[in-house]
């Protein structure tokens, strides 16, 4: 399996090297040549199997020879043997035809779990092979960057910094960042908003005396291998609810564009996906996109869903590759629109192909919390705020096929939005609850590129 530049003039890359690498050369974002498919008997016989199993019949095709079966096998076993649930990733029932996927049961309570414990299991394998060393550097505005820590925290072979905007993440996010004592984790609190934290991060990989000198490797939700391993619930999550007999649908929370993305993966694979629904809270650039046909940048809004707090929302590049027919020159003079005016205009026949594929809808902030005092009141359900956002883009999209609504967070990850809203002091899981006194450790740094890679060069030198 070879991989290609979303802007079409990067080197081609194996799953190894696109999976270390992140960013493109071109500045683009990696995808597969071809997506490979499954049969529907195959999809069937995905029911009632072990998460770690359809993971693994999932993914396989994707990572080519870059680890033998029993290699790829034990990395999967691995990565979420960690997770406070068996099925991994449970799905209860909200209402007629409304399911809850809750994806918030791995080590730091976020979806990104999924990813990272996995992408941390692949790095070691592979860098231990080849006896590399590599300086892991990211931009969270929350979830990435704890699930990032938790998954790298105490790996010989790597140095994981964090970049998160200082003050504009929960006190259990910010935590999760600052108390891991290894020293090879580092959490640099940013002046400035998530968009600042996740511009300085592209300019290091673009700046590419930097990038070798430091070996830069990147894994935030840009990178493939994060993409791919939420592909898996998709499949796991529509079995249970009748694919591939039946088509279902699914309405996710985003920001960055890459739990989303995966299902349009899904899809592609011949899961029968009705609509992909984009839910965003009053950062709403994904849905004003979808309802115009124009990408247009403003200021981000703190909301009480901070993990979608964003403008530019970078996975959004590989959905507009497939829209623009795999045309990477399209592509990349979009970005480069963007880039000098902070908007682009997508053309009919690409915006009819989004249209054909997702659907969407914009949340207020009280409309978020209304929608956590009524699932918990009617559903009997506690929600994160970003679910919250989902669960009610979800109710305005219901129709006979049945809706998958992905629970992106635990609600204690966020407790003062939630019980502001319902009333409810939600507790942390017995295996974290001291979380909130560990000491904590960090380092403030201005919202510049140079200020950061001259602390990230200081470090790594010891
Ligand atoms: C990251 C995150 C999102 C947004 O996901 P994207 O893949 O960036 O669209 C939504 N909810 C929570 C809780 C998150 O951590």
Not at 359 to 386: F, N, W, Y
């Amino acid at each position: 399996m070879r991989y290609v530049s979303t802007r079409g003039t990067a080197p081609v890359l194996s799953f190894e090297e696109a999976m270390l690498t992140g960013l493109a050369r071109d500045g683009g974002l990696y995808l597969p040549e071809t997506i490979p498919t499954l049969t529907a008997e195959t999809i069937a016989g995905f029911r009632g199997k072990p998460y770690e199993d359809v993971a693994f019949e999932v993914m396989l095709p994707f990572i080519g020879d870059t680890f033998t079966n029993d290699e790829f096998r034990e990395i999967i076993d691995a990565a979420y043997s960690g997770f406070g649930h068996a099925a991994r990733a449970p799905l209860v029932q909200l209402g007629s035809n409304h399911f809850l996927l809750e994806l918030f049961h791995g080590p730091t309570l976020a979806f990104k779990d999924f990813a990272m414990q996995l992408i941390g299991q692949l790095f070691q394998k592979a860098l231990a092979r080849s006896g590399q060393r590599v300086t892991i550097v990211g931009a969270t505005s929350g979830d990435t960057g704890s699930a990032a820590i938790e998954a790298f925290r105490g790996l010989d072979a790597v140095d994981v910094f964090i970049l998160f905007p200082d003050g504009r993440v929960s006190d259990v996010q910010r935590r999760q960042m600052t108390t891991p004592t290894e020293s090879n984790v580092h959490a640099l609190a940013v002046e400035g908003d998530f968009d600042t934290c996740q511009a300085a991060v592209k300019d290091m990989f673009n700046d590419f005396e930097f990038r070798d000198g430091v070996r830069l490797a990147g894994v935030n939700s840009i990178n493939w291998a994060r993409v791919l391993a939420q592909v898996v619930y998709y499949f796991t999550s529509s079995v249970s609810v009748g694919a591939p007999d039946r088509a279902v649908s699914f309405t996710v929370p985003t920001g960055n564009f890459g739990d989303i993305f995966a299902g349009y993966i899904a899809k592609q694979m011949g899961l029968p996906i009705e609509k992909l629904v984009i839910a965003t809270n009053q950062n709403d650039i994904l849905h004003r996109t979808l309802q115009t046909g124009a990408y247009t940048t403003e200021g981000v809004l703190p909301s009480i869903s901070p993990s979608m707090d964003i403008q530019v929302s970078s996975n959004f590049e590989r959905a507009l590759f497939y829209a623009y027919d795999q045309q990477g020159s399209a592509v990349a003079e979009q970005m480069s629109a963007l880039k000098d005016t902070g908007e682009f205009k997508i053309s009919q026949g690409a915006y009819e192909n989004l249209k054909d594929t997702y659907a969407s809808g914009r949340v207020s902030e009280d409309e978020t919390s209304a929608m956590i005092a009524q699932a918990k009141a009617k559903m009997g359900e506690l929600l994160c705020p970003h679910s919250a956002v989902g669960v009610k883009v979800a109710l305005d999209h219901q129709s006979a096929t049945p809706m998958i609504t992905l629970a992106t967070a635990h609600p204690a990850k966020f407790p003062a939005a939630v019980e502001a809203a319902s009333g409810l002091h939600p507790p942390l899981p017995d295996r974290m609850a001291d979380l909130l006194e560990r000491e904590e450790r960090m380092t403030r740094v201005p919202g510049e590129l140079a200020a950061i890679q001259s602390i990230i060069r200081e470090r790594i030198a010891h």
